[in-house]
């Protein structure tokens, strides 16, 4: 390979290098990924990916880096599956606070996209930047991936696949993990090798699984520490966000913890979560009191039924009625409940259900009696809007117990109306405002 000494090449060929063995990955990359901004090779590393890097000054001044670790990168790149529909909103969100970005400026690429973004006027403009200086994050070319949606005909926001905003978190993360064992070598501590991103690998039950090598091995699983405490409170405690930091994610445990999800009903924390999985439990689409039931749902109440079960009935006040907040209460009576109701229609391969579910509600579940879910069809193929079921509060209560009792067992047997100890008398009700950025009903 041209540019290649000792197993060094020059940033010019890893460049070359990073494209052509990336060239058939789902996940899009650029050419600049060495030699534009904001890598910066100067600092010791580049990020690829989930990966870092690492860059040596050779004879005569010039940057390069080991070629086995460019390789390494785009092999644990091109092993990443993506699914584009799978979407997680990365902004804008109201109140954040601005961030100078240069190249010294460490990753924070929600920032960074931003900061992009508002500076171009969005994404239409950001699209049409010069050829010449592309921009990317971890050498992934996020600008063809970007999806901007619009909520009431003003506000827009953009989103990002799952599977790209997980490789972006876990090289955040990788990058200050090599900060903080560079740090300690320039002290004259002990030398610490950088940490790679972590190898995915999937166990008899089809979940990821992390090798110790891997980012998650410096992190600490969560153990119930946060139990029964209130997030106003929490939240307010300094320190908290670098607390939730040394955390994996209490769901998927394979990602570092970045949120404090907690039940916006009851106001209790329920665990650190990593920014995929906090998003995970959310509709496609989110109103004051209407939500679309989206096909993750069948992740929520299928595949994973276990894993989020027990992670809502975290939170005591939903424990202490096995129940859940009402949108999940709503969501779970549309999927589960009413799935016998829903109309199908002839499909190439057989039969295909109608439509997109939609579920709404009135009243408070504070009030029961007056609190009714309504099931509905919406987007039909035939031209139908047709709705399938009212379904008082209670009556979606009794429903979920008796069948979270089948489903999760042990998750029901920790439940009761008996564990009342220490609840509030009366809760919060549920918030209607969904600008925000955790969109308060979740």
Not at 141 to 154: K, S, Y
Not at 356 to 373: D, E, F, H, I
């Amino acid at each position: 390979m041209p540019g290649r000494t000792d197993g060094l090449i020059t940033l010019g060929a890893a460049d070359a290098l990073w494209v052509d063995l990336t060239a058939g990955s789902a996940v899009p990359t650029v050419s600049g990924a060495f030699t534009c901004s904001p890598a910066h090779a100067r600092v010791g590393y580049v990020l690829l990916g989930g990966h870092v890097v690492t860059t040596v000054r050779a004879s005569g001044g010039q940057w390069s880096v080991p070629e086995v670790e460019v390789r390494r990168a785009a092999a644990e790149l091109n092993a990443v599956g993506m699914d584009r529909q799978d979407l997680v909103r990365i902004g804008p969100f109201r109140g954040a606070p601005r961030q100078e970005c240069n190249e010294e400026t460490p990753l924070r690429w929600r920032r960074r996209i931003t900061e992009e973004l508002q500076e171009l006027g969005g994404p239409e403009r950001a699209a049409r930047r010069e050829v010449g200086r592309p921009y990317h994050l971890a050498g992934i070319d996020w600008r063809q991936m970007l999806v901007e949606q619009t909520r009431d005909g003003a506000q827009r926001t953009w989103w990002l696949p799952r599977a790209v905003v997980r490789l972006l978190d876990a090289a955040e993360h990788t990058e200050t993990q090599w900060l903080q064992a560079a740090r300690i070598r320039q002290a004259g501590a002990a030398a610490t090798e950088p940490p790679s991103h972590p190898r995915q690998a999937r166990d008899a039950d089809g979940r990821q699984t992390t090798s110790p090598e891997g980012p998650t091995a410096s992190l600490r699983p969560y153990n119930k520490e946060l139990e029964g405490q209130l997030y106003s409170v929490l939240s307010r405690k300094p320190g908290t966000s670098r607390r939730v930091a040394g955390w994996a994610c209490a769901v998927c445990r394979t990602a570092p913890a970045t949120v404090l999800d907690h039940c916006h009903e009851h106001g209790y924390v329920r665990a650190p979560l990593c920014q995929s999985c906090n998003t995970q439990e959310r509709p496609d689409h989110l109103y004051s009191n209407d939500i679309r039931v989206a096909n993750r749902y069948t992740r929520l109440f299928h595949t994973d039924t276990d894993d989020w079960l027990r992670h809502w009935h975290r939170c005591p006040g939903c424990r202490a009625r096995t129940t859940l907040p009402l949108p999940h209460l709503a969501a779970w009576t549309a999927h589960i409940a009413c799935r016998s109701l829903r109309p199908t229609h002839r499909a190439p391969r057989g039969r295909k259900p109608c439509g997109v579910l939609r579920v709404s509600w009135t009243g408070s579940q504070n009030a029961p009696r007056s609190c009714l879910l309504t099931v509905a069809v919406d987007f039909c193929p035939s031209g139908e809007h047709r709705v399938l079921a009212r379904i008082p509060y209670r009556e979606a209560a009794e429903q979920f117990r008796a069948w979270l009792a089948e489903t999760a067992p042990a998750v029901a047997a920790a439940a009761g109306p008996d564990r009342l100890d220490g609840l509030p008398a009366q809760f919060r009700p549920v918030i209607a405002d969904t600008s925000g950025k955790d969109l308060e009903l979740f």
